[in-house]
């Protein structure tokens, strides 16, 4: 019997604190993969967020990864190839950065994977394993179930897909490159028998936009809440989704009513010409001055708002930041996710930066272990890289205090009137806590002994 090693490799620069792993979920491309590998071979998934590698036997070892541990997977893959084992990467960076990925390991999939993993791991069999394999855009209706039996049992959260595809096309984001600007709906029904199975309590649905801009997307998503409110299951979930979720008081009530306690909602900045610039249509089209009103919308229906926020935009200076700092603590957002721009391969954003030479590391590929979007990696054009630390650090402490914190679980216990939903936005507040306040420091111990 062969075996198939899946890594999910750890930036070694990232710092896991252990009440995070409560707020952690499931790789699911792993899973995906277990899934399309034929029964007759053995499966094994190794996580390093529960534990660091250890060498172990295998026939076939692959990797899925980002840019910010894409150096990681290159270090173990090295492993195996001195050991003429077969390595191969999945994943964005791999898709975006092909020639860099193929200098490490023995084969790469681009794309998603479901069209050519059986071909793939037929081709291995044979003895003719390729240098590269191209997956396409598929329906989702030939996306089997994750094989969730694997996962690590550490984990606190269960994850979930449900769509792929954004028709957005911000500066920033390579989703739409990555899994293209078309919606692609999973069944309700496959999505519904996952849900079900799924053994954790609390559950992410970890699509981009799990609302979409359409009536056709709220609808299959109320059909899919009425679902779960049918069956009696009492889990607790959270999922992403556009500022226009807002603006459907009946979808807002059935998501609360199927167990959804947040809902994380990319709104960058309070700023109407930043959102113009990087292409931030939606949030562009509600306007600044309706935003307390969407967030009011959601704590009607009892569940808490986490806002995500973007430090070091273009026309971004120190009064800007000051500003933006300001806004979010005096908004009614719950949970605080306040990160830094960062340029990733095949953005729009990294292009334009590589081309006006901006970009501060460009030691690839061991600077991409700094993309983590905790830490500045390209010049902003109205402050020094110094001043931009300073200040952001500044901010953070301002956001992330234990006073600013316990005053935020008080209020998102008035305005949602629903405790649990205060708990699940606190539990996000604190892990931002630990990641730009005391991880920050402990990065740093990393970089200076890297």
């Known amino acids: 019997m062969a075996k198939l090693l899946l890594i999910n490799p750890l930036n070694k620069r990232s710092i896991v604190v252990k009440d995070e792993l409560l707020s952690v979920y499931p790789p699911i491309s792993l899973g995906v993969l277990a899934a399309l590998t034929p029964p007759s071979w053995e499966i094994e998934i190794l996580d390093e967020i529960f534990?660091?590698?250890?060498?172990?036997?295998?026939?076939?070892?692959?990797?899925?990864?980002?840019?910010?541990?894409?150096?990681?997977?290159?270090?173990?893959?090295?492993?195996?190839?001195?050991k003429n084992i077969p390595t191969v990467l999945g994943g964005i960076h791999a898709s975006m950065m092909q020639e860099e990925a193929l200098k490490y390991v023995d084969t790469i999939v681009t794309g998603e994977a479901e069209s050519i993993w059986k071909t793939l791991i037929r081709d291995f069999e044979h003895g003719r394993l390729k240098?590269?394999?191209?997956?396409?855009?598929?329906?989702?209706?030939h996306s089997p179930m994750p094989r969730i039996d694997l996962y690590n049992s550490g984990y606190g959260m269960g994850s979930i897909q449900t769509t792929r595809g954004c028709p957005m096309t911000c500066e920033f984001c390579s989703v739409h490159i990555f899994n293209g600007r078309k919606y692609r709906f999973r069944p309700l029904d496959d999505v519904f028998e996952e849900f079900i199975k799924i053994p954790q309590e609390r559950v992410a649905f970890v699509d981009d936009n799990l609302t979409?801009?359409?009536?056709?997307?709220?609808?299959?998503?109320?059909?899919?809440?009425?679902?779960?409110?049918?069956?009696?299951?009492?889990?607790?979930?959270?999922?992403?989704?556009?500022?226009?979720?807002?603006?459907?008081?009946?979808?807002?009530?059935?998501?609360?009513?199927?167990?959804?306690?947040?809902?994380?909602l990319g709104i960058e900045s309070e700023v109407i010409d930043q959102l113009a610039s990087m292409n931030k249509s939606v949030n562009y089209k509600i306007g600044v001055e309706n935003f307390n009103k969407i967030y009011d919308n959601i704590h009607k229906a009892g569940m808490a708002v986490l806002g995500a926020f973007i430090f070091g935009l273009e026309s971004d200076t120190i009064e800007t930041i000051q500003h933006r700092t300001e806004y979010i603590l005096h908004s009614d957002v719950d949970a605080m996710q306040v990160t830094v721009l960062t340029p990733l391969p095949g953005t729009v954003l990294y292009d334009r930066l590589k081309a006006e030479n901006r970009l501060l590391y460009t030691n690839y590929?061991?600077?991409?272990?700094?993309?983590?979007?905790?830490?500045?990696?390209?010049?902003?054009?109205h402050m020094t890289p110094t001043e931009f630390d300073e200040i952001a650090t500044e901010?953070?402490?301002?956001?992330?205090?234990?006073?600013?914190?316990?005053?935020?679980?008080?209020?998102?216990?008035?305005?949602?009137?629903?405790?649990?939903a205060a708990k699940w936005a606190y539990s996000a507040n604190v892990q931002y806590h630990n990641i730009f306040l005391e991880g920050k420091a402990k990065r740093q111990q990393v970089s200076d002994w890297l």
């Open 212 to 264: 979409g801009y359409s009536r056709q997307s709220a609808e299959r998503i109320k059909t899919m809440c009425r679902m779960i409110i049918d069956s009696g299951i009492r889990k607790q979930w959270f999922c992403s989704a556009s500022m226009n979720v807002g603006e459907d008081p009946e979808l807002l009530q059935l998501m609360s009513d199927a167990g959804c306690q947040m809902i994380f």
């Open 395 to 420: 901010s953070w402490k301002k956001l992330y205090n234990s006073k600013t914190l316990t005053r935020r679980l008080i209020k998102t216990t008035r305005l949602t009137q629903n405790t649990e």
């Open 51 to 82: 534990e660091p590698f250890e060498y172990r036997e295998a026939d076939l070892v692959a990797f899925t990864a980002l840019t910010a541990n894409v150096n990681r997977a290159y270090e173990i893959a090295a492993i195996y190839s001195n």
């Open 365 to 381: 590929p061991n600077d991409w272990e700094r993309c983590t979007t905790t830490q500045l990696t390209y010049r902003p054009l």
């Open 131 to 141: 240098k590269e394999y191209n997956g396409e855009l598929l329906e989702m209706k």
